[in-house]
């Protein structure tokens, strides 16, 4: 018998993240629950374990973790002290680097620096931190990594200047992995979603009623859509990578074109 296969998800204690986590133990895969709040992640990992545990051989490990704290990110995969992640750490294959966000949509005169520090910390650097440090775990010609990027990362909108240069980053970044991992067998994939109804935007305007609005008049995107997208690139044959995929509602036609109802 074949070890089960570990995928590691940021950002699982929520929307895109926790829905691929959902799709993964479906799929079969053991995980890594990476985020800040631990209890989403130990109330998502008792559900999986319950619905896909015991008999049917799930194992999920959580990384309570910012991964903006470089430190913090090196320490959990050089020196693991929880004896599960370490075994899970050994049958690593998939990397789904989710964890991200957007503040503001100030137009750019007027923005909070510490609004665009926050998005370049989390969603550029925190992203290589995990990425370079789980790379020593990734194992040659089943690997993959699933970086997540957005139609922001193409297509520039007035008010977020710097999170979509985040994602353009992000772009590039996968674009780079997938050239330096070249011959490795290593799959490199870019996940490019419009708007998708998640907590991303009650982070972003820091007001219920606001982020409400964002996802009125019309029907986003639901997290299992992209968990889909996610789950479809990596379960291809070994020979085929899907390097980007672009999703959008059918209600929107480009970052600046919504028709609502
Ligand atoms: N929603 C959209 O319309 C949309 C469109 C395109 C792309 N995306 C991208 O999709 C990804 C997921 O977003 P989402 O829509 O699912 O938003 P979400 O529901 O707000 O989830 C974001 C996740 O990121 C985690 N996170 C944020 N900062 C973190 C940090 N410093 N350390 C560890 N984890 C952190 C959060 O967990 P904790 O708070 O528990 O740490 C949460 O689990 C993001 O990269 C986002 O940019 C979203």
Same mark, same amino acid.
């Given at each position: 018998m074949t070890a089960r296969q570990v995928a590691l998800i940021t950002g @699982?204690? %929520?929307g895109i993240g926790e829905a691929t986590a959902r799709r993964l133990a479906k799929e079969g895969f053991d995980l890594i629950l990476v985020a800040r709040r631990e209890e989403r992640l130990r109330e998502l990992q008792a559900e999986l374990e319950k619905e896909f /545990? /015991? %008999? &049917? /051989?799930l194992s999920v490990g959580t990384m309570v973790l910012d991964i903006t704290d470089r430190e913090a990110v090196r320490s959990a995969f050089?020196?693991? &002290?929880?004896l599960k992640i370490q075994d899970l750490l050994k049958r690593l #294959? *998939?990397?789904?680097?989710n964890a991200g966000l957007a503040k503001g949509v100030d137009p750019m005169p007027e923005a909070k620096v510490e609004d665009w520090e926050t998005m370049i910390e989390t969603n550029v650097l925190g992203l290589l931190y995990v990425t370079r440090f789980a790379l020593d775990f990734i194992k040659p010609n089943r690997g993959h990594l699933v970086n997540l990027g957005s139609v922001a990362g193409r297509w520039t909108y007035p008010g977020g200047g710097v999170y979509c240069a985040t994602k353009a980053a992000v772009l590039a970044i996968t674009e780079g992995l997938r050239l330096d991992l070249q011959g490795s067998g290593v799959r490199v994939t870019n996940i490019e979603p419009g &708007? *998708?109804?998640?907590?991303f935007s009650l982070v972003r305007y820091k007001d219920p009623d606001r982020a409400r609005k964002e996802y009125e008049g019309y029907e986003p995107l639901a997290p299992d859509d992209i968990a889909d997208c996610i789950a479809w690139s990596v379960t291809r044959?070994? #020979?085929?990578?899907?390097q980007e995929m672009v999703i959008f509602p059918t @209600?929107?036609? %480009? *970052?600046t074109h919504l028709v609502r109802k």
């Open positions: @699982a204690s %929520s /545990g /015991g %008999s &049917k /051989g050089q020196s693991q &002290k929880d #294959h *998939v990397l789904v680097s &708007k *998708v109804s998640t907590e044959p070994p #020979h085929v990578n899907i @209600a929107q036609a %480009s *970052v």
